[in-house]
């Protein structure tokens, strides 16, 4: 008989529970590497952050955009970016940006890109994909650098 107003107790308190576990703090930030962290706990000091708010739900909280009309007049799809010049400030930019993917592409941790707008973590054969791209691109652009 006592094991009833029990399980009731816990049944009612179950609900309070889970509320204080969605709004839990969540803390963002982009290491050296480009790689973005989440975590509930704080980054080391001296590293920005940004604090993230949750709601707990899964549900976007706007709809996302329709693939056609913006309503504004343009396409959905932004036009293409213009090439760059290939001046030696440029092609500096590329190889110091082309020898940090490598060295990120290269190393032990977790690899994020862009996919179609959202960010994605690669797998094993699209990291190898993406370090023969970077590669072939050092080769390239790079070799008298």
Do not use: F
């Amino acid at each position: 008989m006592h094991r009833l107003p029990i399980a009731l107790a816990l049944l009612l308190l179950a609900p309070l529970a889970a509320a204080q576990n969605n709004n839990a703090q969540v803390y963002k930030w982009t290491d050296a590497s480009g790689t973005v962290h989440y975590a509930q706990a704080p980054p080391p000091p001296g590293i920005r952050y940004t604090e993230v708010k949750t709601t707990g739900s899964v549900e976007p909280l706007a709809a996302p955009p329709s693939s056609g009309d913006r309503g504004d007049g343009d396409q959905a799809n932004p036009a293409p970016a213009a090439p760059m010049a290939d001046t030696p400030a440029n092609r500096g930019k590329l190889c110091t940006t082309l020898k940090a993917n490598l060295a990120a592409l290269q190393g032990s941790g977790p690899v994020v890109m862009q996919q179609n707008g959202k960010p994605t973590a690669l797998d094993d054969a699209q990291r190898k994909q993406q370090t023969s791209a970077a590669q072939a691109q050092y080769q390239q652009y790079c070799q008298g650098q």
